[in-house]
């Protein structure tokens, strides 16, 4: 079982539309996720840290069910600009500090 | 502006030739790390480092040595042993302390090997 495992896709969706990726996680041990967004040919760039709480910002709502070993990412009102490919990222836990594994991604496109 | 820097952007190399890629940052985080991505795939760790004149191996670190002399610093040499050393190179950084895990990337550097 890989680490960090994200819905294969990719998606294609209209400008407009509710999307949402899905992510489990192995460790159970791990203690910090995110959500980074990867443009065509460029380095990644955080998008969001998860909390336990769950965590909004704008469009983007993340959750976290830690019993379940599962993220989320909804994006609302999808725009053009949201096509990008978006990694589950998730630290290692224990003594491995600042050690993170990310999923393979998913391809996300916005069509008009 | 604060930020990491990778350079060079694309780089070239014949088989059997060591080479190495630059990172540097500039946002006085403690820890720094080298990615490598191939077509399609995650991100695999090859080496870390939480303090200056300390750095640990990630998950794929055969045919790659790193050095950590300055904070500001982590350059990544790629060497004739790598045996399928094309691959797209990130450099990364975070602040340590406080938010360990919010790692910031440079631009990456494409190594092809011929």
């Known amino acids: 079982r890989k680490e960090v495992e994200q819905d294969p896709g990719p998606f294609n969706v209209p400008e407009g539309a509710t999307v949402a990726f899905n992510c489990t996680y192995s460790?159970?041990?791990?203690?910090?996720f995110f959500w980074y967004r990867q443009d065509c040919r460029k380095e990644p760039k955080l998008l969001m840290s998860?909390?336990?709480s769950g965590n909004e910002d704008g469009r983007f709502t993340a959750q976290l069910n830690r019993a379940s070993q599962y993220i989320s990412l909804l994006i609302r009102d999808s725009k053009l600009s949201d096509s990008a490919t978006y990694l589950c990222?998730?630290?290692?836990?224990?003594?491995?500090?600042?050690?993170?594994?990310f999923g393979q991604g998913t391809i996300l496109t916005v069509h008009p | 502006d604060g930020g990491i820097t990778q350079s060079p952007k694309y780089l070239f190399r014949k088989e059997g030739q060591n080479v190495t890629l630059s990172c540097e940052q500039n946002?006085?985080?403690?820890?720094m790390y080298w990615y490598r991505q191939d077509p399609g795939q995650g991100l695999r760790l090859i080496y870390y480092?939480?303090?200056?004149?300390?750095?640990q191996k990630g998950d794929i670190a055969e045919g790659y040595s790193v050095s950590r002399e300055k904070k500001e610093s982590f350059p990544l040499t790629v060497t004739s042993a790598q045996k399928n050393p094309t691959a797209f190179y990130l450099c990364?950084?975070?602040?340590?302390?406080?938010?360990?895990?919010?790692?910031?990337f440079g631009p990456g550097t494409r190594l092809t090997v011929t």
């Open positions: 946002l006085n985080h403690d820890a």
């Open positions: 998860v909390y336990s």
């Open positions: 460790n159970s041990a791990s203690q910090s």
């Open positions: 990364a950084s975070s602040p340590g302390q406080g938010r360990p895990y919010e790692q910031y």
């Open positions: 480092s939480q303090i200056v004149n300390d750095f």
């Open positions: 990222v998730v630290n290692a836990g224990g003594t491995s500090y600042g050690k993170l594994t």
